[in-house]
């Protein structure tokens, strides 16, 4: 499986920023990003079909996730904060559960890198 993921750039505090990622083919998607010096975290996923969705507590009610009738899910991103400033991965799950955990996903794409300046 190959995932593809676009989007990142610099912006500034309370821009917008959209990402994607599309895959081969259809599975459950998350997001996750890494900050210089921190660990990976969960950002948000979503379910093979899209009737599930989930986001991390520090970017919900602005970040969401969706994704379209095919194999590309997005990440929609408002009002961005320095504290957002990460290489944002999307990852690919043949699970449905647990999908705020690293170790559920099969597949890992590169790395977009998003700068939110003050």
């Known amino acids: 499986v190959q995932l593809q993921a676009s989007g990142g750039g610099l912006v500034q505090i309370g821009d917008s920023l959209r990402l994607s990622c599309t895959a081969s083919?259809?599975?459950?998607m998350g997001w996750f990003r890494q900050a210089p010096g921190k660990e990976r975290e969960f950002v948000a996923a979503i379910t093979y079909q899209g009737g599930n969705k989930y986001h991390a507590n520090s970017v919900r009610g602005r970040f969401t996730i969706f994704r379209d009738n095919k194999n590309t899910v997005y990440l929609q991103m408002n009002s961005l904060k320095p504290e957002d400033t990460a290489v944002y991965y999307c990852a690919a799950s043949s699970t449905s559960r647990d999908l705020d955990l690293m170790r559920s996903y099969d597949y890992w794409g590169q790395g977009t890198l998003v700068t939110v300046s003050s």
């Open positions: 083919s259809r599975y459950s």
